[in-house]
């Protein structure tokens, strides 16, 4: 486990599953998924910004990812692929609308915070 929550002030963390969506919409079950859509819904809808999304998610152990076309929601202490945003309520679509375009690193397809120019 990570040094950022191993702290003996919190508890450990919900690692929300342990297997890998893999081409199929979600792993999740779905007690799961929305007990992870309300643990990340503030997140998405006060989202000012591509930038501001990822460090907020980073902050609380995700990634976003794209795989072809769709965006996925990455657990970082794992590196499992846990389902689209579009699952959570959040599809690519809503987010660009809001937020723009996203920077995207080219060789791992993960969403960036734009580099200051």
Known sequence: MSERFN?????????WTEFSRGHDESALDCETAVSLA???SPTFKNATGWGNLVREL??????????GERLILVNEETGIDLCT?????????????RLGKPC??????????RPHA
């Not at 980073?58 to 795989?67: C, D, M, R, S």
Request: aromatic share 8%; hydrophobic share 45%; net charge positive.
């Open 7 to 15: 702290r003996p002030d919190r508890p450990l963390p919900n690692l």
């Open 58 to 67: 980073a902050a609380q152990g995700f990634a976003l990812v794209f795989q």
């Open 85 to 97: 945003c579009a699952f959570l309520g959040h599809s690519f679509a809503s987010l660009t609308q």
């Open 38 to 40: 309300c643990h990340l």
């Open 104 to 113: 995207v690193e080219a060789t791992t397809a993960r969403v960036m915070p």
